[in-house]
Nanobody, 114 residues
Framework: VQLQASGGGLVQAGGCLRL?????????????LGWYRQAPGKQRELVAV???????NYADSVKGRFTISRDNAKDTVYLQMNSLKPEDTAVYYC?????????WGQGTLVTVSS
Protein backbone atom coordinates (compact mmCIF):
# COMPACT_ATOMS: atom_id res chain seq x y z
CA VAL A 1 0.00 0.00 0.00
CA GLN A 2 1.36 3.39 -0.95
CA LEU A 3 0.15 6.98 -1.08
CA GLN A 4 2.60 9.27 -2.82
CA ALA A 5 1.91 12.97 -2.36
CA SER A 6 3.45 15.63 -4.56
CA GLY A 7 2.96 19.20 -5.69
CA GLY A 8 4.06 21.13 -2.63
CA GLY A 9 6.42 24.05 -2.80
CA LEU A 10 6.98 27.71 -2.10
CA VAL A 11 4.36 30.16 -3.31
CA GLN A 12 3.54 33.79 -2.62
CA ALA A 13 0.37 34.77 -0.82
CA GLY A 14 -2.52 34.87 -3.25
CA GLY A 15 -1.00 32.17 -5.41
CA CYS A 16 -2.15 28.64 -6.07
CA LEU A 17 -0.89 25.08 -5.98
CA ARG A 18 -2.33 21.70 -6.84
CA LEU A 19 -1.40 18.76 -4.71
CA UNK A 20 -1.64 15.23 -6.04
CA UNK A 21 -1.64 11.92 -4.21
CA UNK A 22 -1.18 8.76 -6.24
CA UNK A 23 -2.34 5.54 -4.62
CA UNK A 24 -1.37 1.95 -5.18
CA UNK A 25 -1.83 -1.40 -3.52
CA UNK A 26 -5.47 -1.14 -2.55
CA UNK A 27 -8.91 -0.72 -4.07
CA UNK A 28 -8.83 3.05 -4.34
CA UNK A 29 -12.38 3.56 -5.58
CA UNK A 30 -14.06 2.31 -2.38
CA UNK A 31 -12.06 4.50 -0.03
CA UNK A 32 -13.00 7.86 1.38
CA LEU A 33 -10.18 10.28 0.69
CA GLY A 34 -8.90 13.28 2.51
CA TRP A 35 -6.23 15.91 2.88
CA TYR A 36 -4.91 16.94 6.27
CA ARG A 37 -2.20 19.37 7.27
CA GLN A 38 0.12 19.98 10.15
CA ALA A 39 1.73 23.34 10.76
CA PRO A 40 4.85 23.68 12.93
CA GLY A 41 3.95 23.32 16.59
CA LYS A 42 0.34 22.44 15.85
CA GLN A 43 -1.74 19.31 15.66
CA ARG A 44 -2.68 17.70 12.39
CA GLU A 45 -6.01 19.03 11.16
CA LEU A 46 -8.53 18.09 8.53
CA VAL A 47 -8.47 20.20 5.37
CA ALA A 48 -10.89 18.41 3.06
CA VAL A 49 -12.51 15.02 2.67
CA UNK A 50 -14.44 13.31 -0.08
CA UNK A 51 -16.64 10.24 0.26
CA UNK A 52 -16.81 7.52 -2.36
CA UNK A 53 -20.06 9.09 -3.49
CA UNK A 54 -18.43 12.45 -4.01
CA UNK A 55 -19.71 14.27 -0.95
CA UNK A 56 -17.16 16.80 0.24
CA ASN A 57 -16.45 18.53 3.51
CA TYR A 58 -13.97 21.33 4.13
CA ALA A 59 -12.41 23.06 7.08
CA ASP A 60 -13.97 26.49 7.53
CA SER A 61 -10.56 28.09 7.00
CA VAL A 62 -10.29 26.78 3.43
CA LYS A 63 -13.90 26.84 2.22
CA GLY A 64 -14.21 28.64 -1.07
CA ARG A 65 -10.45 28.47 -1.70
CA PHE A 66 -9.59 24.76 -1.77
CA THR A 67 -11.18 21.98 -3.81
CA ILE A 68 -10.71 18.25 -3.33
CA SER A 69 -11.27 15.92 -6.26
CA ARG A 70 -10.57 12.32 -7.18
CA ASP A 71 -9.85 10.41 -10.35
CA ASN A 72 -10.64 6.76 -9.77
CA ALA A 73 -9.26 5.85 -13.18
CA LYS A 74 -5.86 7.17 -12.12
CA ASP A 75 -6.12 6.22 -8.44
CA THR A 76 -5.30 9.80 -7.59
CA VAL A 77 -6.74 12.43 -5.28
CA TYR A 78 -6.09 16.12 -5.76
CA LEU A 79 -6.25 19.28 -3.72
CA GLN A 80 -6.52 22.50 -5.67
CA MET A 81 -5.50 25.38 -3.45
CA ASN A 82 -6.24 28.94 -4.54
CA SER A 83 -5.81 32.29 -2.84
CA LEU A 84 -3.20 30.85 -0.56
CA LYS A 85 -2.43 32.57 2.71
CA PRO A 86 0.66 32.41 4.93
CA GLU A 87 -1.43 30.54 7.50
CA ASP A 88 -1.85 27.72 4.98
CA THR A 89 1.83 26.90 5.44
CA ALA A 90 2.06 23.29 6.60
CA VAL A 91 2.93 19.76 5.64
CA TYR A 92 -0.02 18.34 3.77
CA TYR A 93 -0.90 14.67 4.04
CA CYS A 94 -3.29 12.60 1.97
CA UNK A 95 -5.39 9.93 3.60
CA UNK A 96 -7.48 6.98 2.44
CA UNK A 97 -9.93 5.32 4.78
CA UNK A 98 -12.33 2.37 4.55
CA UNK A 99 -13.60 0.61 7.61
CA UNK A 100 -10.63 -0.22 9.80
CA UNK A 101 -8.17 0.50 7.01
CA UNK A 102 -6.55 3.92 7.24
CA UNK A 103 -3.59 4.86 5.07
CA TRP A 104 -1.41 7.99 5.05
CA GLY A 105 0.90 9.51 2.51
CA GLN A 106 4.32 10.83 3.41
CA GLY A 107 3.41 14.51 3.32
CA THR A 108 4.33 17.37 1.06
CA LEU A 109 5.42 20.77 2.33
CA VAL A 110 3.54 23.89 1.31
CA THR A 111 5.11 27.22 2.22
CA VAL A 112 3.23 30.45 1.57
CA SER A 113 5.26 33.63 1.82
CA SER A 114 3.72 36.99 2.65
Amino acid sequence: VQLQASGGGLVQAGGCLRLSCAASGFRFSIYALGWYRQAPGKQRELVAVMSIGGTTNYADSVKGRFTISRDNAKDTVYLQMNSLKPEDTAVYYCNAAYGAANYWGQGTLVTVSS
